[in-house]
């Protein structure tokens, strides 16, 4: 499986960006698909995942702001920032596996800077 994260870019704090996921080379199928971040000088966290059944789990430092989404037809996973706070300042990879505890698949990242 390829993954391709897109959506990043510069915002300003309160603001909202929409992370992208798309898979290639072989389906979503049967995985959960997440996302993690890495901010400057900081191991990279997870963030949030969603499972083939459409349950999703968040960490606690972005719950009631961000929202994740897959479309299994097109096999793109979203992440629905909102109320960005420049602490969500990092760059976003996407992820497919049996997350969080076990990733079999690496996207590259997306930047994503929130400017207060």
């Known amino acids: 499986v390829q993954l391709q994260a897109s959506g990043g870019g510069l915002v300003q704090a309160g603001g909202s960006l929409r992370l992208s996921c798309a898979a290639s080379g072989r389906a979503f199928s049967g995985y959960t698909v997440g996302w993690f971040r890495q901010a400057p000088g900081k191991e990279r966290e997870f963030v949030a995942a969603?499972?083939?059944?459409?349950?999703?789990y968040y960490a606690w430092f972005v719950k009631g702001r961000f929202t994740i989404s897959r479309d299994n037809a097109k096999d793109t996973v979203y992440l629905q920032m909102n109320s960005l706070k420049p602490e969500d300042t990092a760059v976003y990879y996407c992820?497919?596996?049996?997350?969080?505890?076990?990733?079999?698949?690496w996207g590259k990242g997306t930047l994503v800077t929130v400017s207060s």
């Open positions: 969603i499972r083939w059944s459409g349950s999703t």
């Open positions: 992820a497919a596996g049996s997350l969080p505890e076990a990733v079999d698949y």
